[in-house]
């Protein structure tokens, strides 16, 4: 089972830093087929900020701090509240709402690849704001931040870059609680210098792969992946 969940954060984390979102939209339905929904969200967040390390390493000439204030203090502020609702809500309802959110998020992109979001104060501060709600709350706002983030025109680097600082604080904000709540037995504790290992590798194999596989054909292969994943938890919600 080890070596099956450490070979799909690897992949995760190539198809996160390739195709342009967060790598645990990919992996947490994946680390969902291996532990219960509160220890793999929070596996999935520690590999999330190793991940963003690399990102930040490997991409760090461009950074947005006017993006990063803007964006990121509603995403920290709203992903405390979202990380302290996990442990008063169903894991199965949890899965149910993953499941909505990753349906609704490919079948927008397939449609229309070139979607943007009209640039402003409020479409900022809405967007870090569910972006870290959901983030908080199921793990996965990566994707929808970036649907915001590219109302801003960044160039790919500083696009990268700066999604990346505003997950890792994100990551910062809900890893606290989930530890607090008790989400990670200590028998788990050994993956964790395995996955910052795995994160890295995953993040500098992406950048490689970056520069050689176009990368508007492999966001729909992606996106297709994750539709499917998203329509078998809602399936599994509805059926229970």
């Given amino acids: ?38 220890t793999a969200l929070i596996l999935v967040a520690l590999f999330h900020v190793f991940g963003n390390f690399g990102r930040i390493s490997f991409f760090r000439h461009g950074l947005g701090k006017r993006t990063l204030l803007i964006f990121g203090i509603p995403s920290v502020v709203l992903t405390f509240l979202g990380a302290l609702l996990v442990n008063y809500t169903p894991q199965d309802f949890l899965k149910g709402i993953l499941g909505v959110f990753l349906a609704i998020y490919s079948i927008l992109f397939l449609y229309k690849d070139d979607l943007k979001i009209k640039q402003s104060l409020s479409s900022s501060i809405i967007g870090g704001g569910l ?72 993040s500098f194999t992406g950048k490689q792969i970056i520069k050689k596989v176009p990368q508007k054909k492999f966001k729909k292969i992606v996106l297709v992946a994750i539709l499917i994943v998203g329509i078998k938890f809602v399936y599994d919600f509805l059926s229970h």
């Fill in 131 to 202: 972006s870290g709600f959901l983030a908080g709350l199921i793990g996965t706002g990566g994707a929808l931040r970036g649907a915001f983030l590219t109302a801003f025109g960044l160039s790919k680097e500083k696009y990268i870059a700066t999604a990346a600082a505003i997950a890792l604080a994100v990551d910062f904000t809900r890893i606290p609680v989930y530890f607090a709540q008790g989400f990670l037995n200590r028998e788990f504790y050994a993956y964790i210098p395995f996955l910052f290992a795995v994160a890295l590798a995953g």
């Fill in 1 to 38: 089972m080890g070596i099956l969940f450490f070979a799909s954060a690897f992949i995760s984390e190539i198809i996160g830093t390739v195709a342009g979102f967060g790598s645990s939209t990919v992996f947490l339905p994946l680390a969902l087929l291996f532990f219960d929904f509160k």
